[in-house]
Structures are given as structure tokens and as C-alpha cells.
């Protein structure tokens, strides 16, 4: 099945540092989410996109819907420790039933 | 709200054996899904149903089954356990007819041995 091309796999950085990631895919989407998971817990929203060129933030967070509708991308500023975890996005095309597209996850650690 | 429930948190099963995996939702949500999550692999679907009544196969549907038992509860069935099934998995649940963002639980970690 397919999966959306999500970069970097992982990072580290340090605390205060900002963070860029985005999400790439050969097909047309016209929803964009953006989760982040916790060691141990299930995957919780951070934002969502839903027009070609929409950027919206939430917080330190900022993500932006690519004009494309092919890319989505993920940025936070000035990071903290508990910015550690993992970032997945995902994808909704038109006529998948509402079945997300998810990526491969990007993990972030941040160090002091 | 409690959101979406998952039980067991935590299972070791040996080969062959089967279990069930529960989750259950307060959200008055449509649909609801059930995904396995391994290293690297990121979210795979494994069933979902779209709405009460309905249930139909994702990405990776084999040795799997699954009863929408009604609006609030979706369970996830393996019959006949394999180390393959080693995974950890998650439900979650979204409003069909609202903004696509799906709702997670927070996981049943599953060994087989």
C-alpha cells in the first residue's frame, strides 16, 4: 500500500533550535493532518489542513498545505524537551472512504 | 469524555492461541479503524468500518477479523496468533461526515511469542 514520503527519519537538535520536516507524495491530496506521538501513547493531532496553500499554526507549530496538493510541511520553533517524540503526517484523497494515508514518521530528540 | 478506549493495554500470547482486542468510543463517531504499528513502517490499516453495520479490509487484513458490535464499540479478533503479529496496535475513530481527523487510542503493545 501506499505510503507518504515523510523526511528526515529522524533528528536531533537542540533545545531552542527551530525544526523543519515535510511530507511528499506522487498522488493528489486534499486533506493534510499532522500528528505527533508520545513514547507509549497513540497519535495526537496537532494541525490540520485543508486548502492548497493554507498555512496554519498552532502554538510554536506552523504547517503549511503545499500548492502542489502533493506536499505538506511541518515547522516548529524555538523547541523545547518535550517537542521529543514522533511526527507523522497523513493524507486524505478524494474517494478513499476516509481512509488516511499515513507517512513513515519523522522522530525528533532534542537535546539540552 | 473518555475519547477512545483500548483493552488490553499489554498482551503476550503464545502461537496459536487467540485473542480479542476491544476499543470503544464516546465521540458519536461513524467510523472507526484499526491499525498495527511497527519500526519503520509507520500507521498501516488493518480493517475499518465506515459506519455501524459495514466493515471492509485495509492495507493488511490477513489473519485478522473484526465485529462492529455497534456505534460505540469495534473490535479486532486473531484467531491463530503468529510472531508476525508482534506489533502494537491502535483504534481510532473520525466523523465521516465532518473533517477526516481520526481519533486514536492509546494502544495495545502485543507480543507473540
Not at chain 1, 514522533?86 to 499515513?102: D, E, H
Not at chain 2, 470503544?24 to 484499526?34: F, G, I, K, R, T
Not at chain 2, 490477513?62 to 506489533?87: I, M
Request: glycine content about 10%.
Amino acid at each position: 500500500g501506499q505510503q507518504l514520503n515523510q523526511s528526515p527519519q529522524s533528528m536531533f537538535i537542540q533545545e531552542g533550535e527551530d525544526v523543519s520536516m515535510n511530507c511528499t507524495s506522487s498522488s493528489i491530496f486534499n486533506t493534510w493532518l499532522w500528528y505527533k506521538q508520545d513514547p507509549g501513547e497513540g497519535p495526537v493531532l496537532l494541525i490540520a489542513l485543508y486548502k492548497a496553500g493554507e498555512l496554519t499554526s498552532n502554538g510554536r507549530l506552523t504547517a503549511q498545505f503545499g500548492i502542489t496538493r502533493k506536499d505538506s510541511f511541518l515547522n516548529i520553533s524555538a523547541s523545547i524537551p518535550s517537542d521529543v517524540g514522533i511526527y507523522f503526517c497523513a493524507g486524505l484523497r478524494t474517494g478513499t472512504a476516509s481512509k488516511l494515508t499515513f507517512g513513515t514518521g519523522t522522530r525528533l530528540q532534542v537535546t539540552l | 469524555n473518555a475519547g477512545v478506549t483500548q483493552t488490553p493495554k499489554f498482551q503476550v500470547l503464545k502461537t496459536g492461541q487467540s485473542m480479542t482486542l476491544q476499543c470503544a468510543q464516546d465521540m458519536n463517531h461513524n467510523s472507526m479503524y484499526w491499525y498495527r504499528q511497527d519500526p519503520g513502517m509507520g500507521l498501516r490499516l488493518i480493517y475499518y468500518s465506515a459506519s455501524e453495520g459495514t466493515t471492509d479490509k485495509g492495507e493488511v487484513p490477513n489473519g485478522y477479523n473484526v465485529s462492529r458490535l455497534n456505534k460505540r464499540e469495534f473490535s479486532l479478533r486473531l484467531e491463530s496468533a503468529a510472531p508476525s503479529q508482534t506489533s502494537v496496535y491502535f483504534c481510532a475513530s473520525s466523523d465521516i461526515f465532518g473533517t477526516a481527523v481520526q481519533f486514536f487510542g492509546p494502544g495495545t503493545r502485543l507480543t507473540v511469542l
